[in-house]
């Protein structure tokens, strides 16, 4: 699994108690990266942990990463990741808050990485001007995603959810 801006580790926190023998990564931003890793690794203190540090080639850190269950990256480090190396992407309520070219570059990287879907939950229109208050229907989806599923979040109304299965 695969999560883009994780916060403070909350949905890490739950995949990691309820699939015991998936291995969860996050890419964010430094200061809620080091918030997540604290809250992660206090929880899960006997699980292997590839902690955030600079590296300039996957394959420097490949077997490391590969043998631990809980992963820490900074968006820039999303580049040096291999196709394919996950089944799920998520990425909840910070999608809204980014520019388009940021958005752009992440569905490009969601695309390359996720054998298998990509979960979203965003503000039906973003509350901020830096994206020009980006709505719904303008997430630069691919085509050749499908739709299992695009809804009102079934609690907060302000939001969508949505699921698409990568092919």
Known sequence: ILEIGAGYGRVGYVCLRALPEATYCVIDVPPALWMSQRYLCSLFPREAVFRFRHFDSFEDVRSEFEASRIRF??????????????????????????????????????????????????????????????????????????????RQHPFQSLFFEALYQIS
Request: with cysteine.
């Open 73 to 150: 990256l900074t968006p820039n480090q999303i580049e040096l990741l291999p196709d394919a190396s996950f089944d799920v992407c998520l990425n909840i309520s910070s999608m809204h808050e980014m520019t388009r070219e940021q958005i752009m570059t992440y569905f490009r990287h969601i695309g390359r990485l996720s054998r298998g879907y990509f979960y979203t939950k965003q503000f039906w229109q973003s509350l901020v001007a830096v994206n020009g208050f980006i709505r719904a229907e303008e997430y630069p989806i691919p085509s050749s995603w499908k739709i299992l599923y695009f």
